[in-house]
């Protein structure tokens, strides 16, 4: 005779006896010592960390201090946790010779972890142009990938959303977010140029739609000028000292 018993999911004694609050405690977010070493930067990640005199103060601050504020990470299938907020912080911890560093570990998909790392980021004071292009392009992607609708019978109507809501998040139009991702065109050593003030934003937009061999020539010929312009200051220079 067959069993009348069905497959029945019987609630575990911890959870009868846990109360609500313990409950909601689980589902809260916590902030967890990781150590460094376990900590890789996100993919891809456009904004550089450098060691230069900031980043020196930051590290004295960490070794007096600690970490105030903690990183922001996810877990990877391969092990480890890969940073989407703290690159900065990690490489102060580096360099103030701390083991471990305080994380919030989050699981989120590839879009959301853009769209979060990007907007951190964005709030730092000093941005180079070339970090905001790439940032721009990179949450730009997200947001419409994310936020794709069969309804829309246009793909430049999604776009043009997805331009926007960038721009408002960054207090720029969406023309000003286009234009910064324009620069992702250039060939590295114009991009540079424009990070060391030697290009300004708006030529370099417009340069941006030239074809790789054109730029190069382009390089080849502000050299030439600048090699010119230091030989007539170096001559001038002489002929007034004589």
Do not use: C
Request: hydrophobic share 40%; charged share 30%.
């Amino acid at each position: 005779m067959k069993s009348s018993v069905k497959n029945i999911n019987l609630t575990s004694v911890d959870d009868i006896f846990s109360t609500e609050e313990s409950r909601n405690d689980d589902k809260r977010e916590k902030v967890m010592e990781i150590p460094l070493s376990e900590l890789y930067p996100f993919s891809h990640h456009p904004f550089k960390v450098l060691d230069n005199e900031a980043m020196l103060e930051t590290a004295e601050s960490i070794r007096e201090y600690g970490v105030l504020v903690p990183a922001i990470a996810r877990p990877l299938e391969t092990g480890g946790y890969e940073l989407i907020s703290g690159h900065r912080r990690h490489r102060a911890s580096e360099l103030a010779e701390l083991e471990t560093m305080p994380v919030i570990v989050r699981n989120l998909d590839d879009d959301a972890a853009t769209i979060i790392m990007v907007d951190s980021n964005l709030q730092r004071e000093h941005i180079l142009p070339s970090e905001r292009a790439f940032a721009f392009k990179m949450k730009l992607e997200a947001i419409k990938t994310q936020g794709k609708r069969t309804d829309l019978t246009s793909t430049q109507v999604a776009q043009k959303l997805s331009a926007e809501k960038v721009g408002a998040d960054a207090g720029v139009s969406k023309d000003q977010v286009r234009r910064f991702i324009r620069l992702t065109e250039l060939v590295p050593e114009l991009l540079n140029m424009v990070d060391e003030k030697k290009v300004a934003f708006n030529p370099a937009v417009e340069v941006s739609y030239l074809k790789p061999d054109e730029q190069y020539d382009l390089i080849d010929a502000i050299e030439s000028i600048m090699a010119q312009l230091s030989r007539q200051k170096n001559n001038s220079f002489l002929m007034n000292s004589i």
